[in-house]
Nanobody, 124 residues
Framework: QPQPVESGGGLVQAGGSLTLSCTAS????????IGWFRQAPGKQRAFVAA????????EYADFAKGRFMISRDLARNTVSLQLNSLKPGEAALYYC?????????????????WGQGTQVTVSS
């Protein structure tokens, strides 16, 4: 199963911003719903944001609304997640996931494939 590849993680101070990117050489993103999830050590994976397959629907977790923004560039086959006003508790491994079924975008473990994740660290 082809996997997406995440990038853009790093260390940022609380209140700072990062932009994560997701791309895949063997997946055409306009054929997939794309979701971002995150998982901190000792915690369950949590939904962050997602785009429907046609890109007309963007969903956000409550904690992400107003601070995070998902976007996509079909020409570059890339989906990005801009993280603003980051908090120390939001340090986690952020995963990009893809699925064909265009339903339940926020459902954990409903996606067909996912990448290795990109680490976001937030210092206080």
């Amino acid at each position: 199963q082809p996997q997406p590849v995440e990038s853009g993680g790093g260390l940022v101070q609380a209140g700072g911003s990062l932009t994560l990117s997701c791309t895949a050489s063997e997946l055409t993103f306009n054929n997939y719903a794309i979701g971002w999830f995150r998982q901190a050590p000792g915690k369950q994976r949590a939904f962050v944001a997602a785009f429907s397959r046609n890109g007309f629907i963007a969903e956000y977790a409550d904690f992400a609304k107003g601070r995070f923004m998902i976007s996509r560039d079909l020409a570059r086959n890339t989906v990005s997640l801009q993280l603003n006003s980051l908090k120390p508790g939001e340090a986690a491994l952020y995963y990009c996931e893809a699925k064909v079924l265009d339903l339940h975008l926020d459902l954990i473990f409903s996606y067909d494939t996912w990448g290795q994740g990109t680490q976001v660290t937030v210092s206080s």
